[in-house]
């Protein structure tokens, strides 16, 4: 089975600075897809930026990247120019792009998610 | 399109009660997912369906929980009884398949659900 793993609980940043949220991923499978969701207070959740793992160009999405390592299962999220609106939960999510009887199984696994906070 | 909508938005009540949790997908979508998010276990796949059939339940913690798709604009999730354990905020999100760029899940607000 599929597992994501977010090893830092909690992270801080000063506002206009850059920062990395890890994220490591277990599976077997070659081709699926990588995501990193935002939780504000407000408990939305808020697609932040994607990645196709059979793509080797990083992700981006103005001032979000990553940073995906395919061979050590790594896919880090960085935030450049840090904003106070910045302040959220950040979830990293797996989902397989295996075709199955059922059709495509599309359910996303998380990871335990890392709490922002963005100082100003 | 308005989103995933989720009612109510909030849900308090009392153990043993009943409590029903409604889900409106986005019009189009073929996939429907409801998560329960809690501090202790994160964010849980409960259930999800494609093209309104129940494809994996085998998130669903027990019995007393069960979930209906009658059709593709519509979902419930019931808890009968309920038990204060079963106090988290639970998210519906629906998804396509047909293309393969909108390959992610979109959210409802999610419902806190409070059983005192």
């Avoid at chain 2, 309104?52 to 019931?78: C, Q, W, Y």
């Amino acid at each position: 089975a599929q597992t994501v793993t977010q090893s830092q609980p909690e992270m801080s940043v000063q506002e206009a600075e850059t920062v990395t949220l890890s994220c490591t991923y277990d599976t077997s499978e070659s081709d699926y897809y990588l995501f990193w969701y935002k939780q504000p207070p407000s408990r939305q959740m808020i697609l932040v930026i994607r990645q196709e793992a059979y793509k080797q160009q990083n992700a981006t999405e103005n001032r979000f990247s990553v940073n995906f390592q395919k061979a050590a299962k790594s896919f880090s999220l960085k935030i450049s120019d840090s904003q106070l609106g910045d302040a959220a939960m950040y979830f990293c999510a797996y989902r397989s792009a295996r075709v199955s009887v059922g059709g495509a199984t599309n359910k996303l696994i998380f990871g335990t998610g890392t709490l922002l906070a963005v100082q100003p | 399109d308005a989103g995933v909508i989720q009612s109510p938005r909030h849900e308090v009540t009392e153990m043993g009660q009943e409590v029903t949790l409604r889900c409106k997908p986005i019009s189009g979508h073929d996939y429907l997912f409801w998560y329960r998010q809690t501090m202790m276990r994160g964010l849980e796949l409960l259930i999800y369906f494609n093209n309104n059939v129940p494809i994996d339940d085998s998130g669903m913690p027990e019995d007393r929980f069960s979930a209906k798709m009658p059709n593709a604009s519509f979902s419930n999730l019931k808890i009968q009884p309920s038990e204060p354990r079963d106090s988290a905020v639970y998210f519906c999100a629906s998804s396509s398949s047909s293309s393969t760029m909108n390959t992610e899940a979109f959210f409802g607000q999610g419902t806190r659900l409070t059983v005192v």
